[in-house]
């Protein structure tokens, strides 16, 4: 592909839409915009649309030849009759439908049988629970439903349409789609009897297309590609290769890599996605990531830059200090009631400095028992790129290797997301000519520095321990 094309990628997250303006040839930024989204855990589409037209302003597209949509994951969006939002969407971090999980898991006969079936073990994040949740607490609603899709899909749909309900395209990937429950990985196809099973009838679901397949051309003549999850274009931006793992820190944390089969964990803790190019997305998340930092700065009476000084002055293991950072409760384990929790608490450890060092390390335990679980599952862990908000902060830098415990890269700081929709983007423009690979776009990055002594292993020991203690996992 020449240089010099234009293609877009948005990423539509819990918190806002981001909008990258890219080289199709080399991925090169441009051009960028953003808008917020509104707080909560379940939210009006509308809003979502708001912040692309938001985003999209002052001539941001303006010679932009193709598009695509990254979303956060699991989110469900129903849809009536017309085509029309039917009520407002159950976003991955409502966890009112936990007990609606369990009920699924108990009822086709436990996690294994889910783990057969589509890879994943329903929780209170993933969308077949939600559906469930739906119809025996909402039934009137609900019996107003013809179609579920996900945020990205009715994102693509409204560019498809200009905003217009009921007119675009209602397509999606294989990607999103394996996050929902009833979307098979090894299969490549729909569970539609899992979907009756959850919401006690039949309902209307994207069509899937191939990773780099146009989904249609928008009325201002953009080449519209399938879009996909947030975590999987991530994967996508980041160029992942085998052995490259992420752990991303944002509102979630996650931790995933590629994988040439895909996986079926009965445990339920790595959800057997696929990811964005036809091969597969092993991942296990955590509800606290970032957010543990920005709590614990607020508590200590100080900023982001006043947490990292405290942290970066304590020594490593915090003087025993451990926090199990469940602030939101928890998807990984499956505690979506626990609390936060502070142990080996002393006179003499009872310090700012302390605090601040254990809420780095509690943070990064729990994502650390992410990369055992990939481990496994068969996946290769040979090195971590730390991305996210959260990986900006030098003291999660420093602490991260030694917790983690293998070699740390961090990516330039940039919105991966949104650049793996854009990847993706110029993917499906430069498919018109049969490309059968997304475009190589290069990713500059640098080692993350920090002690990897032994000191890791007794933090995530102490770690371990209280977890037990506390919740029994």
Not at 95 to 111: C, F, I, K, W
Not at 246 to 273: C, I, K, Q
Request: glycine share 14%; proline share 6%.
């Amino acid at each position: 592909m020449s240089g010099g094309r234009l293609v877009a990628g948005v990423d539509s997250s819990t918190q806002s839409t981001k909008v990258l303006v890219c080289d199709a040839g080399t991925g090169e930024v441009l051009r960028e915009g953003r808008a917020s989204h509104p707080d909560g855990t379940e939210v009006d589409p509308a809003a979502w649309w708001a912040a692309y037209e938001q985003a999209t302003a002052g001539g941001l597209l303006e010679g932009v030849e193709a598009i695509a949509v990254a979303g956060q994951q699991h989110g469900m969006v129903t849809l009536d009759e017309s085509g029309a939002v039917a009520r407002k969407a159950l976003l991955w971090n409502d966890t009112r439908s936990s007990d609606a999980a369990a009920d699924l898991v108990d009822e086709l006969g436990g996690p294994q049988a889910w783990a057969d079936a589509v890879g994943t073990v329903p929780l209170a994040s993933i969308t077949v629970a939600k559906l469930r949740w739906f119809a025996e607490h909402e039934p009137e609603q609900a019996d107003r439903v013809r179609d579920v899709v996900l945020p990205h899909d009715w994102l693509t749909a409204q560019i498809l349409g200009d905003g217009r309900p009921g007119v675009g395209r209602i397509v999606t990937d294989r990607g999103d789609a394996s996050g929902t429950g009833y979307w098979s990985p090894s299969e490549g196809a729909y569970r539609h009897d899992l979907l009756r099973r959850a919401f006690g009838r039949d309902l209307g679901v994207p069509e899937v297309l191939a990773p780099h397949e146009v989904a249609g051309t928008s009325p201002g003549g953009l080449v519209v590609a399938p879009g996909t999850g947030d975590n999987m274009a991530a994967a996508l931006g980041l160029g992942l290769g085998p052995g490259d793992v992420v752990v991303s820190l944002g509102t979630s944390g996650t931790v995933f890599g590629v994988a040439e089969v895909p996986t079926a964990d009965p445990t339920g803790v790595v959800a057997g996605f696929a990811d964005a190019t036809g091969r597969f997305l092993p991942l296990v998340c955590t509800l606290n990531a970032a957010r543990v930092l920005t709590a614990t700065a607020a508590a200590l009476g100080t900023d982001l830059e006043g947490f990292e000084r405290l942290a970066s002055a304590a020594e490593p293991g915090a003087s025993g200090l451990t926090l199990l950072p469940y602030l939101d409760g928890e998807r990984t384990p499956d505690l979506p009631g626990a609390t936060g929790t502070v142990g080996g608490l002393t006179r003499t450890n009872m310090s700012p400095e302390n605090i601040a060092r254990a809420a780095v390390e509690g943070m990064l335990c729990g994502l650390a028992d992410g990369l055992d679980a990939l481990r496994d599952n068969g996946v290769p862990v040979d090195r971590v790129l730390l991305i996210g908000g959260g990986a900006r902060s030098a003291a999660v830098q420093s602490v991260a290797r030694g917790v983690l415990g293998v070699p740390v890269a961090v990516p330039t700081p940039g919105e991966y997301v949104a650049l793996g929709a854009a990847r993706q983007a110029a993917w499906a423009l430069a498919g018109r000519q049969e490309a059968d690979e997304p475009p190589q776009w290069a990713v500059r990055e640098t080692g993350a520095s920090g002690d990897p002594g032994h000191w890791g292993r007794e933090v995530r020991e102490r770690y371990a321990s209280l977890r037990t203690r506390m919740h029994g996992v």
